[in-house]
């Protein structure tokens, strides 16, 4: 049985497990994120089989129709199919949409598994209550959750309270991390807890609002990189990977002091597209040390570098590996 298989089955064992428990049905959906995977949604909407509803509800985003995340209720076929562990998936379109998924970059991020004892419109309404967000300047933003990795994030950022709410319909959340663990919640799964109700959008402070920033600019670094040395990296790369690698070259520019978004983008950069340990060059490791984020910018502070050592260290690399 592959992975996202036995994630499925487990949460439908815990649904019944929690139902015979409670004597209360608890109900098994998946969250989908099709955003830029629209022609995943069309077999979804096509079926007579499936229940489900948008998250979008609500919104302003609510007209982008054929790229709303949608809330999905789990069918008898589906529940059937993957009873008989086989790899064909003959009838069952949910079964096939978590194939396509994690045949995808980052698809196995789209998908949220979530056990509640609301039925689908109330679950579908309290999702949507935490889609945007407000500061005290008013601004407003949206809170894209439905891809797990964000909704990680929000877990780190949300007060106790906020956290609590969030959960409090749900009995299991499960989804996937980006270290390849699966992080599980667990909520009450009290039935009458919906968030629907309340005020919209909810209330973030300036703090919440700049954790979540500060969470994603890996992420909007890497994709500033590809979008530059598209060229150099290739396509076949995946996000994931620019991702981790990123992270690692982050790490080390910030040894040197490299504070500065340019900056950051120049040493990132340098790291992936040039050589992973440039810096340990003995032409370019003084001048990063006297760098330290003072004076002039980063590249001001390398322009002393000869072009033939910068030329020098992919053919080191490839000597390396």
Known sequence: MTDWKALLGGM???????????GVMVNAYLLVDFRGRAELAEPVRASADLSYGSVWLGTE???YGEIQPLLIEVDDLTRSELRLDTEATRGSELLRLLR????????????????????????MAHCAYFGDYS??????????????????RAFLVWSDAERERFL??????????????????SGPGAVRASAAGLPRPHAFSLAQHQALLDLDYPDKLAQQIRRIYLGV??????????????????????????ETE??????????????????????????LRAFKGRGPGLSQALADVPDAVWDSLPRAEEKDA
């Open 135 to 152: 500061l005290p300047d008013g601004r407003e933003y949206y809170l894209h959750f439905y891809d797990s990795r964000i909704l990680d």
């Open 12 to 22: 439908l064992r815990q649904a019944e497990t929690l139902s015979a428990e409670t």
């Open 262 to 287: 340019r900056d950051m983008l120049d040493y990132v950069a340098w790291g992936i597209t040039i050589s992973p340990r440039f810096d340990e060059h003995e032409a370019i490791q003084p001048a």
């Open 168 to 185: 409090a319909p749900l009995s299991r959340l499960r989804y996937l991390r980006r270290d390849g663990s699966v992080a599980q919640w």
């Open 233 to 258: 990296l290739g396509s076949d790369m995946r996000q994931d990977e620019l991702h981790a690698r990123v992270l690692e070259q982050m790490a080390r520019a910030r040894a040197y002091g490299v």
């Open 61 to 63: 985003l609510a007209v």
């Open 100 to 123: 396509r998924l994690h045949e995808t970059d980052g698809g196995k991020f789209a998908v949220t598994y979530i056990l509640s004892p609301l039925p689908l419109p109330e679950l």
